[in-house]
């Protein structure tokens, strides 16, 4: 029998966090809001099995079924058993992916041999110390001090910081339209996806428990971003855009974002670069304390 897999809802959101409680592993795909935001992206579907949560989800390229790695507490290998017997009964592959650095041991110990693991560096999360990314001293951050303080001169009294509210919550979705345009990737697949996770985002702010900011210059909006904490000592950013053409905007509206929401976390994941030339160039200058490293498994031959 297929395991009844169904669309994530917002009445989901208690009992996948405490799947999620169960192990913290500091990745962005074990974040309620994630799994949520971009559903209709993937085609998230999802179902608990005992302690449990088992997702499935569709590749962007090909539309190919996969499976995330089960996360909660309790018979590990019976829960990857369903899942494969999932994957055969719909005769596909079975590929198991988001599988955290830290699990692997315990797949391994539940399931000696079994998989082979492979590893993108393009879906590796980027996960800094919040306390750099609040205050970003030392040497390797100079130039982000350098842009904010920059910034800061040539905009005094002109710019403001603003919490995302249910009031301005159309500022910052009108603005990601303006950003798009600005970018080119209005005929992109992947900014459809987006836009819907941003809508979702802001249609469902107070649910998802999201915490976001806004930047404006001359009252006008030149960066939002929003994000949640994913656990006790993680806070995830979902989502950031800032103008380009205004040197100093995206670095603002990090550091103020980073220093009004994320005090009590040690680490904020600012999820995965995608392959992007330009957005690895741009995380990996913040210097991230880690990489929540994922991998893929599959049946071995």
């Known amino acids: 029998m297929m395991l009844e897999f169904r669309e994530i809802t917002l009445e989901d959101k208690p009992r996948v966090e405490a799947c999620a409680r169960a192990y913290s592993y500091h990745l962005c795909e074990h974040c309620f809001t994630d799994l949520f935001i971009w559903r209709g992206h993937y085609q998230t579907k999802i179902c608990f099995w005992e302690d449990f949560l088992l997702v499935q989800m569709h590749t962007t390229d090909e539309g190919k079924i996969m499976y995330l790695a089960p996360i909660g507490e309790g018979d590990l290998a019976a829960a990857i058993g369903l899942l494969e017997q999932d994957a055969a009964e719909r005769g596909v592959p079975f590929a198991m992916c988001s599988i955290a650095e830290e699990m692997k041991p315990r797949i391994e110990a539940v399931l000696p041999g079994r998989f082979t693991y492979d590893t993108n560096e393009d879906g590796w999360d980027y996960i800094y110390l919040s306390e750099k990314l ?126 009004r929401n994320c005090t009590q976390v040690q680490y904020v994941n600012r999820e995965e670069d995608l392959g992007l030339e330009g957005l690895r160039k741009a995380k990996r200058s913040y210097h991230p304390a880690m990489m929540g490293v994922k991998y893929c498994a599959r049946v071995k031959e």
Request: proline fraction near 0%.
């Open 134 to 259: 609040q205050t970003l001293s030392g040497k390797k951050l100079q130039s982000k001090r350098n842009l904010v303080n920059r910034f800061l001169a040539a905009y005094e009294g002109r710019w403001t910081y603003e919490d995302i509210t249910k009031a301005n919550t159309h500022d910052a979705f009108q603005f990601h339209i303006k950003w798009c345009e600005q970018n080119g990737c209005m005929r992109d697949q992947a900014f459809w996806g987006e836009t819907c996770a941003i809508g979702a985002g802001l249609n469902y702010f107070d649910a998802l428990d999201l915490r976001g900011g806004i930047l404006r210059l001359d009252g006008q909006v030149i960066a939002f971003t929003f994000g949640c904490q994913a656990t006790d000592d993680m806070f995830v950013v979902q989502i950031e855009k800032a103008d380009h053409t205004i040197a100093g905007a995206y670095q603002m509206i990090n550091q103020q974002f980073v220093q």
